[in-house]
């Protein structure tokens, strides 16, 4: 794994740790997104914001900020669980000397970043 002249990791070996990394942020933000959007309170909003899916007609006040702060609370706690896996990552990587890996992790951290920045907890119509 070591270079023995240069005393460091071979560019073939960065390289492809580096892309082992990325497809696996790639697939940790994916079954982010995917456990994000399956998962709701009872009785989801159809629409996004205002029909129950399963025909009791409007929501009241009440049941639709109780839907709101649920799907608030699911999709912030995923966003940090996100990010400390990612600086865990990094932290790790930047301690065993592999700065490229430490760098890398800087885009999908903006992407959890800019998510959370622009997410709305309802789609509007």
Same mark, same amino acid.
Request: proline content about 4%.
């Given at each position: ?48 914001? &205002? ?8 929501? @009241? ?7 709101? &702060? ?6 912030? @706690? ?7 896996? #990612? #600086? ?24 959890? @970043? ?12």
């Amino acid at each position: 794994m070591w270079d023995q002249e240069a005393g460091e990791v071979s560019a073939t070996k960065r390289v492809v740790s580096v892309g082992a990394v990325l497809i696996g942020d790639v697939l940790l933000l994916l079954v982010a997104g995917w456990i994000r959007s399956s998962v709701h309170l009872r009785g989801e909003l159809c629409d996004g914001a &205002n029909v129950w899916c399963d025909g009791r007609g409007d929501p @009241t006040p009440a049941e639709w900020l109780a839907e709101m &702060n649920f799907r608030s609370a699911v999709t912030y @706690t995923l966003s940090v669980a996100v990010a400390l896996i #990612l #600086l865990v990552v990094a932290a790790v990587a930047w301690r065993r000397r592999r700065r490229d890996i430490a760098l890398v992790q800087v885009i999908p951290l903006l992407l959890v @970043t800019a998510f959370v920045i622009t997410w709305t907890p309802y789609t509007p119509v």
